[in-house]
């Protein structure tokens, strides 16, 4: 469905037909089309009525299997149950999503095609657009931005899903109930799971090509089309997913080649590459045209250096985002510092933050529930506790029956795997004070795997406990939350100016509040003249990082989505594909 999605939006952008009328009519055929192949099967008692009815029956016969395993249940259904929730509730107002993501769907809705348009925020144009195609169909379903947070939703429960088909290849059911509960409940995914980003269908597509990639019939067409298919989904999300995809290839090669020899292998990754292909080569192409590179302006994220004394201080820092504490930081700097190192060298540090003297309210957001910068240190410190339970249950008279990884060999090599590709998120990209939001399908991966590994699943006391913090930990995140709070927020946590409304208030009034506070007043004036007959055609002139989408919600609110937003400036290098200027517009809006 991904791959066929991409394809239609590209398709009509090539034709110039990327529109709202185009895509509805696609929408309502392929829906006519599908009802009518269930009915057809449905009424003919086909494969696909019995396996239905089959599936219908295993889920109304099941019961948890005990006190530990209901907690664990309750503990999942409420974390998909409530972040769903507020996924519908909620208005995307994320700082990426006002700035560059859904900006760059109203573009493409605008000029009826995908290329390239002149731009202030280089993301727009750059940057993966994996989430904006969904973002595209959407739109045209909802009239809107009603579903702008439900891939990330989808995203979250199919993370779930893919996970418990991993693990359940090695692990027992309860072991695999309990790493489930693990990764859905880490804090960065439950905070996503609601938002407009784009991390957690990174980590959904990683896992479902690790599944095809470690089949053990990966060498066979379909599997090893779809393995490549859903790595190159990943890139085209994030490019920054090629740090994962890379390690888990190559162990997925010389697996194969072990097994059926180096023609299959061979074979199996020339499937793997033509499928990543398939879905990135038009973004690839069309940056390369305007860039000279596929992966088009990369902001500065890789470090510029070659130096391994820098890299590996740039991989020191990154582990301290998970140790928020402002005397380590410092700390950890003073001991850079007396091996000569400068800590806040710009070429290991994105957009040359200052990593020492530490930055107070920087520490301290990654501990608070923000979905850009929150840590992983409450999953850690679990992860620990239930370390320490399994040493003291190992000096126990009724020792513990332990599962280590000499006994799942090809479980040890898929983790040490999956601790390089999070080694080379360490290595080559500059330490940022969200990095904990790139490295979360790394999380989703390594940690569930490191919590089964503590045994904590064998001991029906400790998965209680372990089951009761991980729900109080949701609830809390959940409540608390820095964009979708459901209590009021201290002022002291307060970053961005203003604290957002709480998610009673209107959806209008969530939406015009925090990032957007200062673009709401140029979207009222831009309405009133566009109502009044004065603005058809409309110049910007604004910052980088201008919420430019409220703009975009404003008009569309009130009825005026004839109104065209044109950029007069761009940031694409000059020589490249030839800009398009408005030959004459009627009004400007000009922010500094």
């Not at 929408?27 to 009802?35: C, I, P, R, S, V």
């Not at 679990?382 to 190992?394: C, I, T, V, Y």
């Not at 280590?404 to 999070?422: G, S, Y």
């Not at 309405?527 to 409220?550: C, F, K, N």
Request: proline residues 7%.
């Amino acid at each position: 469905m991904a791959g066929g999605l991409i394809f239609i939006t590209e398709a009509f952008g090539y034709l110039h037909r990327l529109n709202v009328g185009w895509l509805a009519v696609t929408w309502t055929a392929g829906t006519a089309f599908a009802l009518l192949y269930l009915w057809k099967e449905w009424r003919h008692a086909g494969a696909l009525r019995q396996n239905a009815l089959k599936r219908l029956r295993s889920v109304a016969a099941w019961r948890p299997a005990g006190l530990p395993a209901a907690v664990e249940t309750i503990t999942i259904t409420f974390a998909l149950g409530a972040t769903g929730l507020i996924a519908w509730l909620a208005p995307p107002n994320t700082y990426d999503a006002m700035t560059y993501q859904l900006p760059r769907v109203m573009h493409w809705l605008q000029q009826g095609t995908l290329e390239h348009f002149p731009t202030s925020n280089v993301r727009q144009i750059s940057y993966g657009p994996g989430a904006s195609y969904w973002h595209t169909h959407l739109w045209t379903l909802f009239d809107g931005d009603a579903g702008a947070n439900l891939p990330q939703w989808f995203a979250y429960l199919g993370c779930g899903i893919a996970l418990s088909l991993w693990m359940k290849r090695f692990f027992p059911a309860q072991a695999v109930r309990f790493a489930v509960m693990i990764g859905l409940t880490l804090p960065m995914a439950v905070l996503q799971a609601s938002s407009a980003q784009t991390d957690l269908q990174v980590a959904c597509w990683l896992l479902i090509g690790l599944l095809f990639l470690s089949a053990r019939d990966a060498t066979a067409f379909p599997r090893a089309a779809f393995g490549g298919l859903a790595c190159g989904l990943a890139i085209i999300t994030k490019p920054s997913a090629a740090l994962c995809v890379v390690p888990i290839a190559c162990l997925a090669l010389g697996l194969c080649v072990r097994r059926r020899g180096w023609r299959a292998g061979l074979t199996a990754c020339s499937l793997w590459v033509c499928g990543s292909l398939l879905v990135c080569a038009p973004h690839f192409v069309r940056n390369t045209r305007a860039f000279g590179s596929p992966l088009g302006d990369n902001a500065g994220t890789v470090i510029s250096t070659a130096s391994p004394l820098l890299a590996a201080a740039n991989a020191i820092k990154w582990l301290t985002l998970n140790l928020p504490c402002e005397p380590l930081w410092n700390g950890t700097a003073s001991l850079l510092q007396a091996l000569g190192i400068d800590p806040n060298n710009p070429d290991i540090s994105f957009l040359n933050l200052n990593y020492a003297p530490a930055p107070r309210h920087v520490v301290d957001r990654l501990l608070l529930p923000d979905e850009d910068f929150v840590s992983y240190a409450t999953t850690l410190t679990l992860l620990g506790l239930m370390w320490l339970a399994k040493r003291s249950a190992a000096n126990h008279p009724l020792q513990i029956k332990t599962t280590r990884l000499r006994h799942h060999p090809l479980w040890a090599r898929w983790l040490v795997a999956l601790l390089a590709a999070l080694a080379l998120h360490f290595l080559l990209l500059k330490w940022q004070y969200w990095g904990n939001r790139l490295i979360l399908p790394c999380a989703l991966l390594i940690l569930p795997a490191l919590a089964v590994m503590t045994e904590a699943y064998l001991r029906p006391r400790i998965r209680v406990a372990v089951a009761g913090i991980c729900l109080l930990q949701t609830s809390a995140l959940l409540t608390f939350s820095l964009n979708h709070p459901l209590v009021t927020l201290p002022a002291k946590w307060n970053f961005t100016g203003s604290i957002p409304p709480l998610l009673s208030t209107t959806r209008t009034e969530r939406f015009y509040s925090g990032y957007n506070r200062e673009a709401a007043p140029m979207a009222r004036e831009l309405v009133a003249r566009a109502r009044s007959g004065q603005w058809h055609r409309v110049g910007l002139i604004v910052g980088t990082d201008y919420p430019e989408y409220v703009l975009w919600r404003a008009l569309h609110e009130a009825g005026l989505d004839h109104v065209e937003l044109h950029y007069f400036q761009s940031p694409l290098p000059e020589g490249s594909s030839p800009q398009i200027w408005p030959p004459a517009v009627d009004g400007v809006i000009y922010v500094p």
